[in-house]
Structures are given as structure tokens and as C-alpha cells.
């Protein structure tokens, strides 16, 4: 790996750890801000309740400071063109990146002979309808096995939460991956929210700009699964 490589993975390493502490954050503030707001209610309910007047302030002053921060959260998070609310989205894992090791390279075959082309479409069954001679082939089950109970290298995370590179889907065009690359995008999910019509004051053409959003729409369809927290 270059040095630039390096960097770049140790850069997105942090970046990707800042948005999970964010995330996790803006939940349990939202937990709080729930739980206050039940415990509000309660007490402002009761007749016969001994609360004073000022520990009623600090109290709503409390809900308060709570949801100025969660929006705070969310405002970061939107900054970063992450979605805050609790649908998310994640990306199916292509089967040639999971198995991509040349030991792996008679499973990846027979899976894909037989149409699964994502490791999120396999069942444990699958490998018992594979030859017992195939090689590696326990590793293999090991390995998705480890997957389903969220065990995977960093490379997968990262295909999970953010999709593709961008430079694969739009590789045909220096102009627009530097220009994306200017806005610090890097992945599939980094465009969700792009605005792809500003592209004509770089010069790009409607019928391109249509080809653009064509070929982000139809790669979501494909790759995106939807994830309720």
C-alpha cells in the first residue's frame, strides 16, 4: 500500500469514527430528551405532586439543553450530507470483494454460477449444495458466518455504510471525479443528496447530467437496503 493510500484509510478511518460517535450521541439524547419529557408529564399530571417551582425550571431547563444539543448533533451530521433521522441506509457487499482472495476464487465462482453475486443474498444452506472437495470451502462458510453476526474488516464496513467508490460508477469522467473529489466525495451515499443540475456551471450537459443521476438511481436501486434504528 502507498503512503497516499495509507493516509487517505487512516483519514477515513477517523472521519467514519467521528459520524458513529455522532450518531450514538444524538440517540441517547433523544433518549433523554423522551424519558424527560414522559417524566414531565407525569409530574405536571399530579395534583398532589411536591415539586417546587424552581426544580420544575432546572427540570425544563434540562429538556431543554437536551434538544438544543440534539439538534446541534443533527445539524453536524446533516453537514457531513449524512441523513440524522433513524432510517438509514446501508449497501449490499459484492461477493467479489468479500471473497476477493485467489484462495476463494473456486467458491466465488460456483456462488456466482448459481446468481449470488452479493454476500447479503447467501444462505447457510448454499454451502451445502457446494462440493465438499472445494477448497477453502469451511473458511468460506466461516467467513460469511462471521459476516452475519457482524464480524468484517474495515474495507467491508466501509462498503456497508458508504457503497462504492465513485470512481468506479462515474470512472468514464476525469472532469466530474474531480470535481467530486473538490467537494470531498468519495463514495456512492456521499451523492444522495447532490444536486446534480449544479453540474452546468462546470460546463456538463443536460443529456450527461440525466446519464449522472441515471446511473446513481440505478445503483441505489440495486445496492441499497434499507436499515430502522
Do not use: C
Not at 9 to 17: A, D, N, P, S, V
Not at 175 to 193: C, E, G, P, Q, R
Amino acid at each position: 500500500m502507498a503512503l497516499t493510500d495509507f493516509l487517505f484509510k487512516e483519514k477515513e478511518e477517523k472521519f467514519l469514527k467521528q459520524i458513529e460517535e455522532l450518531k450514538t450521541k444524538l440517540q441517547e439524547k433523544e433518549e433523554e430528551i423522551l424519558n424527560l419529557k414522559k417524566d414531565l408529564e407525569i409530574i405536571t399530571a399530579k395534583k398532589d405532586n411536591n415539586i417546587g417551582k424552581k426544580q420544575l425550571e432546572i427540570f425544563e431547563r434540562n429538556l431543554k439543553q437536551n434538544i438544543e444539543n440534539s439538534k446541534r448533533y443533527k445539524n453536524i451530521l446533516i453537514s457531513y450530507r449524512l441523513n440524522p433521522e433513524k432510517i438509514q441506509y446501508r449497501y449490499k457487499v459484492e461477493l467479489k470483494y468479500f471473497y476477493s482472495e485467489k484462495k476463494f476464487e473456486e467458491i466465488l465462482n460456483i456462488l456466482n454460477e448459481k446468481n449470488i453475486l452479493f454476500v447479503n443474498d447467501i444462505k447457510e444452506e448454499d454451502f451445502d449444495d457446494i462440493p465438499k472437495e472445494t477448497k477453502n470451502l469451511d473458511k468460506a462458510k466461516q467467513r460469511f458466518l462471521d459476516f452475519k453476526d457482524g464480524k468484517f474488516d474495515w474495507e467491508i464496513v466501509t462498503l456497508i455504510n458508504k457503497g462504492e467508490k465513485l470512481s468506479k460508477i462515474y470512472s468514464k469522467s476525469k472532469k466530474l471525479m474531480t470535481i467530486f473529489s473538490d467537494l470531498y466525495f468519495h463514495f456512492m451515499d456521499d451523492v444522495a443528496n447532490f444536486d446534480f443540475f449544479s453540474l452546468k456551471s462546470y460546463g456538463f450537459k443536460t443529456p450527461e447530467i440525466e446519464e449522472f443521476i441515471q446511473k446513481r438511481d440505478e445503483y441505489y436501486k440495486e445496492r441499497r437496503i434499507w436499515k430502522i434504528f
